[in-house]
């Protein structure tokens, strides 16, 4: 049998006799009728006219012989959940009610442009660049969703609709997810679902299912996250990861059938080791094995968010070029940095070509220790949640408000053990091993040197979590959070002012990012109590050169990233001064001839990224230390007039630039005077 006849024929029955609506009809004496969109097993969707407003919407009603009970509450289930949601990649819904002949409809936003499923079907497979930019905005989404306790339970692609802003591409699409048809309400409300479960219906797309969802089990927010990396895995290898001959083996593939990597099942192509790890994670057959919120596989999938810079040359196979973005450069950075300050310390995660040497594997302990552990971690699970029916922000509160630490032990082999709460509360990965969230036991490997953190952002509403952490437990604190690069957040809600006083006391932290943040200018201020901090990420946020300058925190500064930032020809001057900045990006931040003078006696600087700086020109370049290994100069002003400038860098590993109005003769000249060096442009 074929699958896509199992699928389609599951609502023929119902398609045959529709009541339709004709062209110029009106609708509670307010809506015209332009067209009908498309219609399905459940309903039919119309394109109408606000009479009032002249807005266009969409109409959607329930078709009539499709009024029983079950279907209805299915139809009134999305009214519900619809109505719960406003979110920019969400449909809205305005208004809802009956028509004249008694069916049940509602008024949502237009959604134009096109599925994901036509886009597919046209092209095959995307580029990894343009899934990550369709899937941070369907993983806000499902995050802002999950956060009203609504799960959607049907995600596939022609649930993802494109409304593009440019041709041929979905570079500048914003994503709207559809049809809540399904939708569980988890919440504690009047409508919970059960009435629809009672029926034993099994709801969903069988090639997107979750193991949980094929067999009719209990479901929550992680069923979505299982359903996106089905749907993650089909836009980049071009068909979806199980396919059975129908419906139901599909369903039981889901449930107990290996999955191949994006590799094997694109037959070759290379994609970064770290989307294979996030696809993979996501597709776990386990619950608990899974990504547990929207909002973390949201914000390691922003990590790989691209900025479309670079195709080598000389001898680099392509298939090695992975994707440039303003996270990368913080990544990169911190691999070089370390290279440079600190010989046999690396956060090699954050560099998506960096691949493990070695087989990193958990510590083996002794029963009494397991005993131990175990103990501990079930008196603190007790201590952090008295009963499982609280919301949860009184579990999160709790969470924070315990007083134990999160670290109880260390062995004779430099190991710690970490025991945290038996929900996530973020991210971390010890000193060159893979991230993995914050929950439960989590041991060290030997000789413990600190762990990179990233909160969820449930838990910035409650700081006093950091006191839980040992003063040298972590030695990179990201404050990253994905949703905080999207436009419709509260800027109230971006501030991490509440969490400096905290911060301050964790005395190891060398690594701070507060990438997208807001934050006062006298709370920043107070970072100079970080003894050992060297490290700084400042990407996107509100203060501007001079404030920064104002922290005193730049004469110890080794590697320092900011982007968007006013007036950084203050922060170069202050830099200039120490000499000791080795490691600098300023990306879209107006760098000219004034912001790099002070940088040209920095002897120590080894690798600078003034991407996106136009008034970076061949005057500028004059100005670089020949120190340098690494030397970005993606859409800066650079002629071919300063090829034998760049002789100067003996050292140069790696250069990149944008080179569009160069002529051929001008590349093979740049690879000649640079034979050693590797170039993309």
């Known amino acids: 049998m074929n699958i896509n006849h199992d699928l389609e024929t599951a609502g023929e029955s119902t398609i045959r006799n529709f009541v339709e609506l004709e062209s110029g009809e009106i609708i509670q004496e307010r809506y015209r009728v332009i067209e009908l969109l498309g219609r399905g097993g459940m309903g039919?969707?119309?394109?109408?006219?606000?009479?009032?407003?002249?807005?266009?919407?969409?109409?959607?009603?329930?078709?009539?012989?499709?009024?029983?009970?079950?279907?209805?509450?299915?139809?009134?289930?999305?009214?519900k959940a619809t109505n719960k949601l406003d979110h920019p990649n969400l449909v809205k819904v305005h208004e809802s009610g009956l028509l004249p002949n008694?069916?049940?409809?509602?008024?949502?936003?237009?959604?134009?442009?096109?599925?994901?499923?036509?886009?597919?079907?046209?092209?095959?497979?995307?580029?990894?660049?343009?899934?990550?930019?369709?899937?941070?905005?369907?993983?806000?989404?499902?995050?802002?969703?999950?956060?009203?306790?609504?799960?959607?339970?049907?995600?596939?692609?022609?649930?993802?609709?494109?409304?593009?802003?440019?041709?041929?591409?979905?570079?500048?699409?914003?994503?709207?997810?559809?049809?809540?048809?399904?939708?569980?309400?988890?919440?504690?409300?009047?409508f919970n679902q059960q009435t629809l479960t009672k029926t034993g219906e099994i709801f969903g797309s069988p090639l997107y299912m979750s193991p949980e969802q094929c067999v009719g089990g209990a479901i929550d927010a992680r069923t979505d996250l299982y359903s996106m990396g089905c749907v993650i895995y089909e836009a980049l290898?071009?068909?979806?990861?199980?396919?059975?001959?129908?419906?139901?083996?599909t369903m039981m593939k889901h449930q107990s059938e290996a999955v191949l990597s994006l590799k094997e099942a694109s037959l070759g192509i290379?994609?970064?080791?770290?989307?294979?790890?996030?696809?993979?994670?996501?597709?776990?057959?386990?619950?608990?094995?899974?990504?547990?919120?929207?909002?973390?596989?949201?914000?390691?999938?922003?990590?790989?968010?691209?900025?479309?810079?670079?195709?080598?040359?000389?001898?680099?196979?392509?298939?090695?070029?992975?994707?440039?973005?303003?996270?990368?450069?913080?990544?990169?950075?911190?691999?070089?940095?370390?290279?440079?300050?600190?010989?046999?310390?690396?956060?090699?995660?954050?560099?998506?070509?960096?691949?493990?040497?070695?087989?990193?594997?958990?510590?083996?302990?002794?029963?009494?220790?397991?005993?131990?552990?175990?103990?501990?971690?079930?008196?603190?699970?007790?201590?952090?949640?008295?009963?499982i029916e609280k919301s949860s922000n009184t579990v999160y509160a709790e969470y924070a408000n315990n007083p134990a630490k999160f670290s109880e032990y260390k062995d004779k082999h430099g190991r710690r053990i970490?025991?945290?709460?038996?929900?996530?509360?973020?991210?971390?990965?010890?000193?060159?091993?893979?991230?993995?969230?914050?929950?439960?036991?989590?041991?060290?490997?030997?000789k413990f040197k600190g762990i990179t953190f990233c909160p969820i952002a449930e838990m910035r509403n409650y700081p006093q979590f950091l006191r839980r952490f040992r003063d040298d437990d972590i030695q990179f604190l990201d404050l990253f959070i994905a949703e905080d690069r999207a436009m419709f957040m509260d800027k109230k809600e971006l501030s991490v002012d509440r969490l400096i006083p905290y911060v301050i006391k964790l005395k190891s932290i060398q690594k701070l990012s507060l990438e997208n943040t807001t934050i006062l200018p006298e709370n920043?201020?107070?970072?100079?109590?970080?003894?050992?901090?060297?490290?700084?990420?400042?990407?996107?946020?509100?203060?501007?050169?001079?404030?920064?300058?104002?922290?005193?925190?730049?004469?110890?500064?080794?590697?320092?990233?900011?982007?968007?930032?006013?007036?950084?020809?203050?922060?170069?001057?202050?830099?200039?001064k120490a000499k000791k900045i080795e490691v600098l990006v300023m990306r879209e931040s107006g760098v000219d001839i004034d912001a790099i003078k002070p940088?040209?006696?920095?002897?120590?600087?080894?690798?600078?990224?003034?991407?996106?700086?136009?008034?970076?020109?061949?005057?500028?370049?004059?100005?670089?230390?020949?120190?340098?290994?690494?030397?970005?100069?993606?859409?800066?002003?650079?002629?071919?007039?300063?090829?034998?400038?760049?002789?100067?860098?003996?050292?140069?590993?790696?250069?990149?630039?944008?080179?569009d109005k160069w002529k051929p003769e001008d590349f093979k000249r740049l690879m000649k005077t640079l034979p050693l060096t590797e170039i993309r442009h």
């Open 44 to 79: 039919s969707v119309y394109k109408v006219e606000d009479l009032k407003t002249k807005s266009l919407y969409a109409l959607k009603f329930l078709n009539k012989q499709q009024s029983n009970n079950s279907a209805w509450k299915r139809f009134e289930n999305e009214i």
């Open 599 to 659: 940088l040209a006696d920095c002897n120590l600087l080894k690798f600078l990224d003034v991407r996106g700086n136009p008034k970076f020109n061949d005057e500028c370049l004059k100005l670089v230390p020949s120190s340098v290994t690494n030397l970005t100069l993606c859409f800066c002003d650079i002629s071919p007039q300063s090829i034998n400038e760049f002789k100067r860098f003996k050292n140069l590993q790696l250069l990149m630039l944008t080179t």
């Open 524 to 576: 920043f201020n107070q970072l100079k109590e970080l003894p050992n901090l060297h490290y700084l990420w400042l990407s996107n946020i509100n203060l501007s050169g001079d404030e920064v300058v104002g922290s005193q925190l730049l004469d110890k500064i080794e590697s320092l990233t900011v982007k968007k930032m006013r007036n950084v020809a203050s922060i170069t001057k202050e830099l200039g």
């Open 102 to 190: 008694g069916q049940p409809y509602f008024i949502m936003d237009l959604v134009g442009g096109e599925s994901l499923a036509q886009l597919l079907k046209k092209r095959g497979r995307l580029p990894l660049e343009k899934v990550l930019k369709i899937f941070i905005q369907v993983g806000f989404a499902l995050s802002y969703a999950h956060s009203k306790s609504i799960v959607h339970r049907d995600i596939k692609p022609s649930n993802i609709m494109l409304q593009e802003t440019g041709r041929e591409t979905t570079s500048g699409a914003v994503v709207k997810i559809v049809d809540f048809g399904i939708a569980k309400l988890s919440g504690k409300d009047d």
């Open 237 to 249: 290898t071009g068909a979806p990861p199980l396919v059975g001959d129908s419906a139901l083996s």
């Open 270 to 387: 290379e994609f970064p080791e770290k989307i294979e790890q996030i696809v993979a994670k996501l597709l776990a057959k386990d619950v608990n094995d899974r990504y547990q919120s929207a909002q973390l596989v949201t914000s390691h999938l922003a990590a790989f968010e691209s900025i479309p810079c670079t195709k080598q040359l000389n001898n680099t196979e392509p298939q090695k070029i992975l994707l440039q973005d303003w996270k990368l450069g913080k990544k990169l950075a911190v691999s070089l940095a370390v290279l440079f300050f600190a010989a046999g310390t690396a956060i090699g995660y954050f560099h998506p070509e960096h691949k493990n040497t070695y087989e990193k594997k958990r510590p083996e302990f002794s029963k009494p220790l397991q005993e131990k552990l175990k103990e501990s971690f079930e008196e603190n699970r007790k201590n952090s949640v008295q009963g």
């Open 418 to 446: 970490f025991h945290f709460p038996p929900d996530p509360i973020g991210s971390l990965n010890f000193i060159d091993t893979n991230y993995e969230s914050a929950v439960g036991d989590v041991a060290s490997l030997a």
